[in-house]
């Protein structure tokens, strides 16, 4: 059960590192964007290996061994049901940073950067509460 709560810890830091990085990556190219800048092929970009080759990736093993560390252990705590309905927020955030690539790549005159903020300090905030309710565990009744 270590190892897989090691691969769990291992790849949730890749997970969130990857979903902090890609909105400033998005928000940078945005700045550095030209009226004259003709691509190839728009879907090859690096925020779009980021998100497809690292933070998925990173993301499903994450979840994976994380389920598989409470399934091994039997645990089912209050602590354990909050925390995975957090996760389940991390992942709305997740879909939304690789909605924010797709709007990048579609080169619309929208500003994204507030965007980029606003889902950088949410995954912030939630990757905190993650955090806080695994090494706290808190006392969470479970409604029977």
Not at 85 to 91: I, K, P, R
Not at 101 to 109: I, N, P
């Amino acid at each position: 059960m270590l190892w897989f709560l090691v691969l769990h810890i291992i790849a949730l830091v890749f997970w969130v590192a990857s979903l902090l990085y890609l909105p400033a990556l998005i928000a940078g190219h945005e700045a550095r964007r030209s009226p004259v800048e003709v691509r190839v092929n728009p879907h090859n970009s690096i925020e779009r290996f980021v998100f497809t080759r690292i933070a998925t990736p990173a993301a499903l093993l994450a979840i994976i061994a994380g389920t598989l560390v409470f399934v091994v252990d039997g645990t089912v705590d209050g602590w354990l049901v909050a925390k995975l309905t957090v996760v389940t927020a991390l992942v709305v955030c997740h879909v939304l940073v690789g909605l924010l690539v797709l709007r990048m790549e579609q080169k619309e005159d929208r500003p994204l950067r507030g965007w980029c903020v606003t889902v950088a300090v949410v995954c912030c905030g939630l990757f905190s509460l993650i955090l806080w309710l695994v090494l706290a565990k808190p006392a969470v009744e479970l409604p029977l």
